[in-house]
């Protein structure tokens, strides 16, 4: 009998530039955020899956807590100012 080989697939590096429409999409649906107020700079950096954001919002931790939900992302850099 033949054992059964297991292979594992190195997991897919996330796209930076859909990671990004995603968390703009999450921050857009966000109404304490204010998004559409007070655009916020998106970065990915798809070495380490961070994602860094900066500006002005109207909930700073409202902004990085729908950020760390998306499907990617292990780590989210806020610097983010509140008005």
């Known amino acids: 009998m033949r054992a059964k080989i297991e292979t594992r697939r190195r997991p897919a590096k996330t796209n930076p530039q859909s990671a990004i429409q995603v968390v703009r999409e999450a921050l857009e649906r ?32 409202m902004a990085e807590f729908d950020a760390w939900f998306v499907f990617g992302v292990d780590k989210v850099i806020n610097n983010l100012q509140v008005v």
């Open 30 to 61: 966000e109404a304490r955020v204010r998004f559409d107020q007070h655009p916020i700079q998106i970065a990915f950096n798809e070495v380490d899956d961070t994602v860094t954001l900066q500006g002005e919002a109207g909930e700073k931790d």
